[in-house]
């Protein structure tokens, strides 16, 4: 029982009340925190290597939620109505090709998808760094959109399932409404938002990962140099794993601690972007879980 | 009047939910609450009893802060000795212990063991059936929800069997029956009645039954009249924004169900006209075969036939598959086979369901569902509901306003047009369920339990508007537990029956 002023919490703005909203604007503080600092301490060729490595990584982030938004919805819209519509054979081609995509380790099939574009870019196909950018996503989207392709089907199935659906259609409400504005739109944006954070967190950790994996070289011809500047690109660079390492120089001397954060800037930096990053997008995302009941 | 009063407010994260300032139940008598659903009937039952949970809710009784209030005497007293049989079943029932253990927890140790009023609620069912019902874990498909139902109406009345003797009901023993037909058919419906005044005769108490069954009010007044000046009927309705309870004149419902004519007043003259629907009598749906007869016995398979300005009443006993031959004519199910026919149009399994979306699905015939909760869209207003319907000449600000006007006043429909449906009550729902459908003028209307979660009110105007539509040359085919209303709306000729035909049954025609 609520009574006024006794035992009551008291107000937060409502705002702040919202999980999600709280980590977002932590995220916003963190990130602006850090850049003043680095405004004071890193070198300026290193802080624009910095902002560059943060802009690219989060557009090209941004870009793969974008892609998997396209790509799940579409896929997701196919096959129903190839199944509505009694199309068995495509149905169960289009099936087979999907899940052909999902036994495929996520890591291994963007590491091919990188093989390709290091050839087109080795082949000066791909020149513009956008357009490499672009390329990028696409090639992490391809292993991404799976999840959002499962939450369409899903929400349909569950609306198909109810009278919902049959009302609906009975007063003659054209169906690719129905799936459209009634189910995706209106009854599941809280589930599609949560899962766009979700693809936002997975394809910052995949790209970081690949870009990573790429740089401390598995071959002569794909390198870091190849692709534009990225969060995982930058913290594969011999400083910054110079940085990072340093770490370890605390334990032997404690008073090495405060250099840290002034000698050894990039590298702790771009770790920490990416560690943090990931941290908020997970409690935003479970934030939502929460609110919506999801 | 002795009894006891209440004045309760109850809100949601700051959002009023119930306001109401003298809820009375008359001591000694059982008060039958009307209105329709999702008005507050349960919230105000449950905040009485102390059932709310003062986390989730903002509650307050008679001025006191509801944590105070469930440490009250009034409320331990109740829950001591009274009983309240919630509306959902399975909320009720603990899933881990056996129906039969659940039947002799807490206050009902010392019940009979005979088991006399659960065998007198099976009355018609094998011995055998209750005793296996008694073994089984309550799961949500098992057992049935009439047989959930029965259950927890059994517990009620051995509780009052267990009251000590006396001529006056003690200050605390209050039974409340939350919709406690909501799951019966009228049989066992008559049955739990019959068994309720029974007791109440022998022994007074103090009871409270929540229903939007008006037809309660009609059994109560032909089979138990001797009661009438006991049972005090009371309506929940919301005026002018505000919840308020009045008395219910039995009379009011009595009469207008005796005043009921066969609607559609081209019904006589329609026989001349070719049928707008026609359904041969064998239709087989998930391996079940039904037949449509015309007499209740099931000897007759007959035709159904919808003639213009008609309305053909379709009855049978729950779980027959009613509302599945509706699904299957509207072909929403394509297992199976039927034979139908829609003016000019033949209609069989392998009809495609393109054709139905082409030609049928809101054009030529529509279907109201039962459960607005579920044929709604809960995320839209009301507005939106009505603007995405695929009229020849889309709704303007004036056709919705003209729409809205059949089914709610002018200020309720303001207030409701731009909300969500999520946030109507029950009865609102339904009404927008009904009108979705009406809108679109199609030659046939079939209806599955139009009345549901009605006050007396909107059933009334929902009738008066069938009337209209009839009158202009709609064919309507209804199912629905209201037999009294529908019978004498369909008259005998357009009433008929579904059975479900056994093997060793012969076709006789």
């Known amino acids: ?294 | 009047m002795d009894g006891l009063s209440f004045d309760i407010r109850i809100s949601a994260d700051d959002k009023p939910l119930v306001s109401i300032r003298d809820f009375t139940l008359a001591q000694n008598q059982i008060t039958l609450l009307l209105g329709e659903s999702g008005i507050g009937k349960s919230l105000i039952s449950r905040g009485v009893y102390g059932l709310l949970d003062p986390a989730e809710l903002t509650v307050s009784v008679n001025n006191l802060p509801y944590p105070e209030y469930l440490l009250s005497q009034r409320v331990r007293g109740i829950q001591r000795a009274g009983f309240f049989v919630f509306q959902e079943p399975s909320s009720h029932l603990n899933p881990l212990v056996t129906l039969g253990d659940q039947l002799r927890e807490g206050a009902l140790a010392g019940a009979s063991p005979g088991r006399e009023v659960l065998r007198a609620l099976w009355e018609g069912s094998a011995g055998q059936d209750l005793d296996s019902i008694l073994a089984v874990y309550p799961k949500p498909y098992r057992p049935s929800g009439g047989e959930k139902q029965r259950i927890l109406l059994g517990m009620a009345l051995e509780k009052i069997d267990m009251l000590p003797p006396a001529k006056r009901a003690g200050p605390d023993e209050l039974f409340v029956f939350d919709e406690p037909s909501g799951s019966l058919d009228n049989h066992y419906r008559d049955l739990f009645l019959t068994l309720l005044f029974d007791r109440f005769r022998r022994r007074p108490f103090t009871g409270l039954v929540i229903t939007h069954d008006y037809s309660m009010i009609s059994r109560i007044a032909n089979s138990h009249s001797d009661l009438l000046d006991r049972v005090v009927f009371r309506e929940l309705a919301r005026r002018h924004g505000t919840l308020q309870v009045s008395d219910f004149q039995p009379g009011t419902y009595t009469g207008w169900v005796k005043s009921l004519l066969p609607l559609g007043a081209l019904s006589q003259a329609s026989r001349g006209q070719e049928p707008l629907l026609t359904i041969a009598p064998d239709v087989e749906v998930f391996g079940r075969r039904l037949v449509i007869t015309k007499d209740p016995e099931g000897k007759v398979p007959t035709r159904l036939e919808v003639y213009p300005g008609s309305m053909v009443y379709v009855k049978a006993p729950s779980g027959t598959g009613k509302t599945t031959l509706v699904k299957r004519v509207m072909g929403l199910i394509h297992e199976g086979s039927i034979e139908a026919k829609l003016k000019n149009l033949q209609l069989t399994g392998a009809t495609p369901r393109k054709f139905w979306q082409d030609r049928i699905w809101g054009k030529r015939m529509t279907m109201v569902f039962q459960h607005a909760d579920e044929a709604l869209n809960m995320q839209s207003t009301m507005r939106e509901t009505l603007l995405g319907l695929p009229l020849r000449k889309p709704l303007d600000t004036d056709g919705i306003a003209r729409l809205v006007g059949d089914l709610f006043d002018t200020a309720e429909a303001g207030e409701v047009l731009g909300k969500r449906v999520r946030f109507l009550s029950g009865g609102q729902k339904q009404r927008l369920n009904l009108l979705r459908s009406l809108a679109l003028d199609t030659d046939v209307l079939i209806l599955d339990e139009p009345l549901n979660g009605l006050d007396f009110d909107s059933a009334t105007r929902v009738i008066a508007i069938l009337d209209r539509k009839m009158k202009a040359g709609m064919g309507l085919l209804v199912i629905s537990h209201n037999e009294e209303i529908f019978d004498a709306l369909a008259g005998d000729t357009h009433t008929y029956y579904l059975h479900i035909r056994r093997d060793s049954d012969r076709p006789s025609y």
């Open chain 1, 1 to 294: 029982m609520k009574t006024e002023g006794e035992g009551t919490a008291p107000a937060r703005p409502r705002l702040f009340a919202r999980k999600e909203t709280r980590w977002i604007f932590l995220w916003l503080g963190g990130i602006a925190v850090l850049w003043g600092w680095d405004l004071l301490f890193l070198n300026p060729p290193a802080f624009a290597l910095v902002r560059t490595a943060l802009f690219n990584s989060l557009l090209a982030s941004v870009l793969v939620v974008v892609f998997s938004m396209a790509l799940g919805w579409a896929s997701g819209l196919a096959l129903y109505y190839l199944e509505e519509r009694g199309k068995r054979n495509i149905h169960l081609a289009v099936t087979f090709v999907l899940n052909l995509l999902r036994s495929l380790p996520q890591i291994v099939g963007i590491l091919l998808g990188y093989v390709l574009l290091t050839f087109l870019i080795v082949q000066d196909v791909l020149r513009s760094p956008f357009l490499q950018l672009v390329s990028m996503s696409a090639v992490v989207s391809l292993f991404v959109f799976l999840e959002v392709t499962d939450l369409i089907r899903e929400r349909i199935a569950y609306y198909r399932s109810l009278d919902f659906f049959d009302a609906m259609i009975c007063c003659g409400i054209p169906e690719r409404r129905i799936i459209n504005v009634e189910i995706l739109r209106k009854n599941s944006l809280a589930h599609l938002v949560h899962k766009a954070v979700a693809v936002f967190g997975m394809a910052i950790f995949l790209q970081c990962s690949i870009d990573f994996i790429i740089s401390v070289g598995l071959s002569t011809d794909m390198s870091s140099t190849n692709f534009p500047a990225t969060l995982g690109s930058l913290l594969a660079r011999m400083d910054s794993k110079q940085d990072i390492l340093a770490i370890s120089m605390v334990f032997s001397d404690i008073s090495y601690w405060s250099s840290l954060f002034f000698r050894h800037l990039q590298g702790l930096n771009i770790a920490f972007m990416i560690m943090f990053t990931l941290a908020c997008t997970y409690n935003v995302a479970n934030g939502l879980v929460r609110r919506y009941h999801l």
